[in-house]
């Protein structure tokens, strides 16, 4: 998963390339088995009815606004949502149609932690918190391997001083 070369500065290597944790497609993908199998059910109940036809076009335009809004739309908003350490800064980008992005350059970076819950530890992850210059820490939800995402982060900082 590499990270486009011409976004980085000369000198500058990716270090770390990440996207948020799988958890966050669980919810989508039981909703999408759930919408499917619902469909099913109700297209098999009025199969033998008169009126089939229209109740499956109905069924079909349901279920794929139901799936559209809560499986493909988290899915692509997972895809497109980078985490990126590199050499001499930290950058987040998220979107596909409208895109946001923070840079944090390393010498900026004060304090590095993290935290996670007794199910984010038995999932790999949990939350980044990065303080630097600025008045508010950034947290960073759903980070993989958090506890080994700050160690290297904590070494590229101690690097960069």
Not at 22 to 41: D, E, H, N, Q, T
């Amino acid at each position: 998963m590499a990270y486009p070369d011409e976004l980085l500065v000369e000198g500058e290597r990716v270090v770390l390339h990440t996207r948020p944790h799988w958890k966050m497609l669980v919810l989508p993908v039981l909703v999408f088995l759930v919408v499917v199998g619902a469909a099913s059910f109700l297209a098999a109940l009025v199969s033998a009815q008169s009126w089939a036809l229209v109740a499956w076009v109905a069924l079909a335009v349901v279920a794929a606004v139901l799936v559209g809004r809560f499986t493909v739309l988290p899915f692509v908003r997972w895809r497109t949502t980078h985490f990126v350490v590199t050499t001499r800064r930290v950058l987040v980008r998220e979107g596909v149609l409208s895109r946001s992005g923070m840079d944090i350059p390393m010498s900026r970076i004060n304090t590095v932690q993290f935290r996670h819950t007794v199910a984010e530890r038995m999932l790999g992850c949990g939350t980044l918190v990065i303080e630097s210059a600025s008045d508010e820490p950034l947290e960073f939800t759903d980070v993989p391997a958090v506890e080994k995402v700050h160690s290297l982060l904590y070494q590229e900082v101690a690097d960069d001083a």
